[in-house]
């Protein structure tokens, strides 16, 4: 008897190795989408099986459920927030994150207008996705649709090329972009790219900048408690409306990832083409501006390489609609 129980115990402690393994390459798969502006780390979460208990495992992150770990109930707390399955997913998150930063990094220093392309492909096509789930299109989602796009372009359009790197503002990127990073369609650094600190946060983590990662970090604990409850009302009470008010604010945004950059130095007159040392570089006074590519030419002395542009949007898209098919067409948030 004691041998089958013996076993028995031994098989439960298998199942939950391999659950646990299993929820750590879902993670996996939802940082490095959420490295990527235009993949959407929560439509992986949805696609592999695991937003609806994410979303209920953050909203357990209550009040409530702390006074139990501020009274010494360590284990119920654990339970009550689903902390086993919080810790090998974070644990995932976090890797992707890490792997695929260095990667994008080196793709935007060395190919930038292929990256860029390939950006704004993902953004485009991830718009069309997104308006595909809403049930019925009336004057209100065409409002909201036209609402978030002017708002998102004039964002992006009044928006110096560079923002503060103050760590207030640090701590406010991290609540704006970590309270959507689980919602389907829309990517964290997206929101990171309009804010101006998409490749700086990427560098802060490929160089395990530990100051800026946790007052990043702060913000985005404060922004899922502050945000994840009223996304999920939204999404339960609107959600054609919130669903086009996003699809809009992505197509508006489309203006930050347009591949023929010039950065202009406001205080010299200077221009050049889009260029990671000179745009981390904050003793320079710039804006940027987008141009057609053979304008993008003149002005910069820089090949346009306008076929290479075409391409990396278009295997964007295919690539996309190829998961897409293969997964299968899910309306997203329900």
Not at 77 to 88: D, E, P
Not at 314 to 326: D, K, Q, R, S, T
Request: hydrophobic fraction near 55%.
């Amino acid at each position: 008897m004691r041998a089958k129980y013996f076993f028995i115990k031994m098989f439960k402690k298998k199942s939950s190795f391999i659950r646990y393994i299993i929820l750590y390459v879902k993670g996996l798969g939802v940082g490095a989408a959420n490295s990527v502006p235009g993949v959407s780390g929560g439509t992986i979460a949805l696609i592999t099986g695991i937003l609806e208990e994410l979303l209920d495992s953050l909203r357990s992150l209550s009040p409530k459920n702390f006074k139990l770990l501020l009274t010494g109930q360590i284990k119920t707390f654990w339970v009550a927030i689903n902390g086993n399955f919080l810790l090998f997913t974070g644990l995932g998150i976090l890797t992707g994150l890490v792997a695929l930063a260095k990667i994008v990094l080196n793709m935007l220093d060395i190919y930038p207008v292929a990256t860029w392309s390939f950006f704004f492909g993902l953004i485009l096509i991830s718009t069309v996705s997104v308006l595909r789930t809403i049930s019925k299109t009336t004057l209100y989602t065409f409002t909201a649709f036209f609402m978030g796009a002017i708002a998102a372009y004039l964002i992006t359009f009044l928006s110096v090329a560079q923002t503060t790197n103050e760590l207030w503002f640090i701590f406010i990127c991290g609540a704006t972009a970590l309270c959507v990073m689980v919602m389907p369609g829309v990517s964290a650094s997206f929101i990171l790219l309009i804010m101006g600190k998409y490749q700086y946060m990427l560098t802060a983590v490929t160089e395990l900048k530990i100051g800026i990662l946790t007052v990043f970090g702060c913000g985005a604990i404060i922004g899922l408690l502050l945000f994840s409850h009223l996304m999920s009302w939204l999404l339960r009470k609107f959600y054609d409306i919130t669903i086009a008010l996003l699809a809009g604010f992505m197509f508006g945004a489309l203006n930050k990832v347009w591949p023929w950059k010039v950065h202009i130095n406001i205080d010299t007159e200077e221009t050049w083409a889009w260029n990671m040392e000179r745009f981390a570089d904050h003793s320079l006074n710039l804006i940027e501006k987008n141009h057609m590519p053979q304008t993008f030419e003149q002005l910069t002395g820089v090949e346009a390489n306008l076929n290479v542009g075409l391409i990396s949007a278009a295997a964007a898209i295919v690539i996309f609609v190829a998961i897409e098919a293969m997964v299968g067409f899910k309306k997203i948030g329900k």
